[in-house]
């Protein structure tokens, strides 16, 4: 995944909810997975393609994970919404810090640490 550093990187979990199709008749679940859940997949597929999402589903379980590079809070949360089974999905979703800004603020927080450790007379 190309990382925009205007975007930032989110982690996503979705889970499905088993009461979408519990006591439904076989035929309307299986209507439901080709108007809804295969949409939803194709969706993501053409989000990879975009370089937009990197992920995929977890072999054997009815959960997917991925991350999603969007400009805020608001471009996941629609992201999601546009997605047909948003409703039938237990979503997750992380905010990730970049490795390198996470060091940055260590060095800041050390440099500020020293500054008032040596301002009081000690040393590090």
Known sequence: MLYNHEDMQYFVRAEFVEENIAGKPFADVMSWIEMVIHPSLEAL??????????????????????????????????FLRNLPFWGAMKWTVFP?????????????????????????????
């Open 45 to 78: 597929e053409k989000g990879i393609g975009s370089r937009k999402v990197t992920g995929g589903v977890i072999a054997g379980v009815r959960e997917g994970v991925f991350m999603l590079e969007a400009s805020s809070h608001e471009e996941v949360g629609t």
């Open 96 to 124: 990730i810090q970049s490795f390198k800004s996470s060091v940055e603020q260590d060095k800041a927080s050390f440099k500020q640490a020293r500054a008032m450790m040596s301002a009081a007379g000690s040393r590090v």
